[in-house]
């Protein structure tokens, strides 16, 4: 049985074509299932997000399994077979095994690293097993990757920093405040960053979110959007004396928050630390702002380079991700052979089992006249003679390094002791 | 005795700064065993001195250093078991291990005069080393704080922002350490002038007792101390003196508590020569 993996993504499709393949607005467990159903396949798990499709199925015959997912996809979703195969990539085995790790482990992302590519091939997995459309292949792998995913977390810094302005801006809001339950947020100025940013903190449990626009009906779409209270421009100043964090995001030409404008406003709260993000260009707040002891005043520039040096830091962990999926296939697959090599192992030892009795058997006669102790002794030394002869050979076989040894020697091993001819229903079901 | 916990304080030192260095979470959980093992190993040592002299052994400056530091190391591993931080230790241990240093080389004997069998003796004391420890905590919470503010007012975000806690953690834990210090110093300081009142009852011709005023070095430091610690608590609350001013003064605070402890104890005080 061979794991056979077939899709497109990011690094393959341009955008249109990927959202034409895509299975998320679908049911995807109904999708698995067809696939499963198919003749030359009889395990599938089907990974899709915004940045791949990918079907992983078990398969005979992965050359047909290949003719009829094409033919699948097209079906499905309406799209003819000439216009995404150019854009596909089909992986076999080992490279299959690895590429569903390095996926998993982040290494296959957008942006590498990101943290939720994890629970959604953990998602793909489970919605699979619903359907009962996994078996061995697919369900040891699937598992295992999410051990390479977790291992790949821990050990690098992969997925260390945030990439992107909001979630640098709430990292910074972490590291002042520590937690943001109750923090007091002043937006000013309704805009795309400042909504994102306004979610993230909303999600991390800030208190009271008062949002302030020149246009109103804006201000009341983002307090709507994000759970916010929108007050009347002229209240901005007013809401500033009694803010933690402040965004701001105006396209007003001149500062619209002066220092003199913060002291009036703050009163008697100066003492207490002040996040100002100022994400509008021209800048919104006075950078004389920034000079104030317990006010940290972050404008989009700043942002920008912390999410590229995060950025950098991401990509020198790869090598090191990287060589823990390497490592991580490798013993993926050694423990796979491991795993083929049990029925030959099981039937060896049922023939010298029952070797053993029958020789036992013979010499009934003569061991007629020992003690229950000694035929018991008897019993236990020939026993543990064949634990010894099987011992090495056991452990040599789950070992071999690669299919085509292991499928030589198996053939091997069977011919020298005969073990087709042992391969009655009984033993069989037992393997 | 002291040699076992300085081995044991070391390895955790050694072990917390590799935690700090990579952020391996097993090495942390490792140098927080190695501390906790050290602090028991560190409480025997303590408890068979107590044993000896029938009291908890601080008359003799080396003893009384090998008492703090067993404080200040439970209070640490209170301060990160309840926070569940441990960038912290990086900074705790180097003071730890260089501390317990002195009476791991230089043991010396317990001096017992019929003076120090007192009640009193045994809870000023104890209240100061308490108090030591507690400024201990803060001085190490202020130089965090200060590194963490640089950081983030300059906007460079390099080594430490993300190694250690956020800004109000460590300023919250610096004034809680400064509150807590601040009360055990005033009432060992009020407890040793009712103690030298009452043994000069005892024995009027102790040169020790006779030289009991501010002039003597060891008292005037304290004074200072809990001068610097006095205005800290107060500038807190009413001037708002938070954030780097408040952890620039915790770490002043220790440099005089740790100057009267070490160099005028062992050098200049005429006053509390007990050995």
Not at chain 1, 44 to 67: H, W
Not at chain 1, 102 to 108: F, K
Not at chain 1, 298 to 316: C, F, G, H, P, Q
């Amino acid at each position: 049985m061979h794991l056979f993996l077939l899709g497109v993504s990011h690094r393959t499709a341009p955008v249109d074509l990927r959202e034409r393949l895509d299975f998320s607005s679908g049911d995807l467990s109904a999708a698995a299932e067809a696939i499963a159903g198919r003749p030359s396949m009889s395990e599938s798990v089907v990974l899709s997000t915004c940045n791949r499709s990918e079907i992983y199925v078990a398969s005979s015959d992965p050359a047909q399994a290949r003719e009829e997912l094409v033919t699948f996809l097209s079906d499905y979703h309406h799209v003819p077979a000439q216009a995404f195969q150019p854009h596909l990539f089909a992986l076999e085995n080992s490279a299959a095994v690895a590429h569903l790790f390095r996926v998993a482990a982040g290494l296959d992302s957008l942006v590498v690293g990101e943290p939720q590519i994890l629970g959604q091939v953990k998602d793909a997995y489970q919605t699979a097993a619903g359907k009962r459309c996994v078996g061995p292949v697919l369900s040891n792998a699937f598992r295992w990757s999410f051990g390479v995913g977790k291992r790949v977390r821990t050990e690098t810094a992969l997925g260390e920093g945030a990439v992107s302005v909001s979630f640098a801006a709430v990292a910074l809001a972490r590291k002042i405040f520590g937690r943001l339950t109750g923090r007091r947020v002043l937006v000013v100025g309704a805009g795309e960053i400042s909504s994102l940013t306004a979610q993230h903190l909303r999600a991390q449990g800030v208190g009271d979110i008062v949002i302030t626009s020149r246009t109103q009906t804006h201000a009341e779409a983002l307090a709507t959007e994000v759970g916010g209270l929108a007050v009347p421009w002229e209240g901005m100043i007013n809401a500033l004396g009694s803010a933690d964090i402040v965004l701001t995001a105006t396209g007003s030409q001149r500062p619209i928050i002066t220092r003199a404008q913060l002291r009036a406003a703050q009163g008697h709260r100066r003492s207490t630390p002040l996040f100002i993000i100022d994400v509008a260009v021209p800048r919104d707040v006075d950078p004389a702002i920034g000079e104030i002891e317990q006010v940290f005043l972050y404008n989009i520039d700043d942002l920008k380079s912390i999410v590229e040096e995060n950025l950098s830091r991401r990509a020198a962990e790869v090598e090191r991700a990287e060589s823990i999926v390497n490592d991580e296939v490798t013993k993926f697959m050694a423990w796979q052979r491991s795993r083929s090599a049990v029925p030959t192992v099981v039937a060896l030892r049922q023939r010298f089992e029952a070797i053993r009795r029958s020789e036992l058997q013979r010499l009934e006669g003569k061991l007629g006249g020992l003690s229950p102790e000694a035929r018991a002794r008897v019993d236990e030394v020939t026993r543990l003679i064949v634990e010894k002869l099987l011992l090495e050979p056991t452990e040599q076989l789950k070992a071999l390094p690669d299919e085509e040894t292991q499928a030589a020697y198996t053939e091997a091993v069977n011919r020298l002791f005969r073990l087709q001819d042992e391969h009655n229903p009984e033993s069989s079901k037992q393997t | 005795m002291n040699t076992l916990p300085l081995l044991l304080y070391a390895a955790a030192g050694v072990a917390y700064a590799i935690h700090f260095a990579r952020r391996d979470a097993a090495v942390g959980r490792t140098a927080t065993t190695l501390l906790l093992f050290g602090a028991l190993v560190h409480t025997f040592v303590i408890g068979m001195q107590t044993m000896e002299v029938r009291h908890v052994p601080f008359a003799n400056p080396s003893r009384a250093v090998s008492t703090f530091v067993w404080l200040f190391t439970l209070s640490y591993l209170y301060l990160e078991l309840t926070t569940d931080e441990r960038a912290m230790g990086v900074f705790i241990l180097p003071l730890i291990v260089g501390l317990q240093t002195i009476p791991a080389l230089y043991p010396g004997m317990e001096y017992q005069d019929a003076v120090l069998d007192s009640p009193w003796f045994w809870v000023h004391v104890s209240s100061l080393l308490f108090a030591y420890a507690s400024f201990g905590l803060s001085g190490i919470l202020g130089l965090t704080y200060v590194l963490q503010f640089k950081e983030i007012k300059k906007k460079h975000l390099g080594y430490f922002y993300t190694r250690l806690p956020s800004l109000q953690v460590l300023d919250v834990m610096n004034s809680r350490a400064v509150a807590v210090g601040w009360v055990f110093l005033t009432f060992g300081v009020i407890v040793g002038g009712v103690w030298t009142a009452q043994a000069r009852g005892i024995d009027p011709t102790d040169p020790n007792l006779q030289a009991m005023s501010l002039d003597d070095p060891k008292i005037f430091v304290a004074m200072l101390t809990w001068g610097v610690y006095s205005f800290s608590v107060v500038a807190r609350r009413t001037l708002g003196w938070s954030g780097r001013r408040a952890a620039w003064l915790s770490a002043l605070g220790f440099a005089f508590a740790m100057l009267n402890f070490l160099a005028i104890n062992y050098f200049v005080t005429t006053s509390h020569t007990f050995y």
